[in-house]
């Protein structure tokens, strides 16, 4: 029995000693991966003090239709104005969904403005509020 028990011991010896060099490949590996060079970003342009010019586009002024008038006013505006102002309306009279803060109630103003639904997702809002502008 004795015999047994010091075999045991060795062959628990010898994987305690197998098990270090596998730890020891894991962390080789490691070095490796992280001495391996990262993919190089694409090159930022510099900051020349110069501001970017806004799109042409979207600083033209557009007239609201009359539904879209009653929102936020008849004087014509840039897209962005009109953006900014619909939200405006929509924090001031608290139509955004408390649960889903994505989608806004409308109001009877609004509601016209929407084609009639209810609740409209903001990304569906900007799509319909653009049939409103000429």
Partial sequence: MAAKK????KSAKKSVKKAAPKKAAAKK??????????KKAAPKKKASGVKRKPNAAFMKAMTPSASLAAVIGSAPLPRTEVTKKL???IKKNDLQDSKNRRNINADDKLKDVFGGK?????????????????
């Fill in 118 to 134: 209810k609740t409209v997702s903001m990304f569906e809002m900007t799509k319909l509020v653009a049939g409103h502008l000429k």
């Fill in 6 to 9: 010091k075999t045991a011991k």
């Fill in 29 to 38: 590996t490691a070095k490796k991966a992280a001495k391996k060079p990262a």
């Fill in 87 to 89: 939200w405006a309306y």
